[in-house]
């Protein structure tokens, strides 16, 4: 096998794994998620689904859940009628609350 040969096989077998990665990175799987706020009251609430206003949002499996004074709370702290912002992620076509904010005037905590 020539030097040239021997070179431009390194060179090849070097290159290879760098446009994996740009396949990967530049896929639509490789794109960030979608990612958008809204606001509402909560008329529905189970374990794996949030109705807000008129959109049923999965929930995170990382949802983050904070009250006026930043106080962390539990999904459970949550009731139908609270009002609500929520960062919703869109991943696969699929809508996930990401973060929920109670925005109700008095927490029932306080």
């Not at 390194?10 to 530049?26: E, G, Q, R, W």
């Not at 979608?34 to 049923?56: P, Q, R, W």
């Not at 990382?62 to 009250?67: A, F, G, L, N, S």
């Amino acid at each position: 096998m020539s030097k040239s040969m021997k070179k431009s096989k390194s060179m090849k077998n070097a290159l290879v794994p760098l446009f994996v990665l740009l396949a990967i990175l530049l896929s639509p799987a490789g794109v960030a998620a979608e990612a958008f706020g809204m606001s509402g009251e909560i008329y529905e609430l189970t374990n794996k689904v949030i109705n807000v206003g008129d959109i049923a949002l999965r929930i995170s499996p990382t949802v983050k859940i904070k009250t006026p004074l930043k106080n962390k709370a539990r999904l459970q702290d949550l009731k139908v009628g609270d009002h609500v912002f929520v960062d919703v992620v869109t991943y696969n076509g699929k809508r996930y609350a990401d973060r929920i904010v109670v925005l109700s005037a008095v927490w029932r905590t306080l």
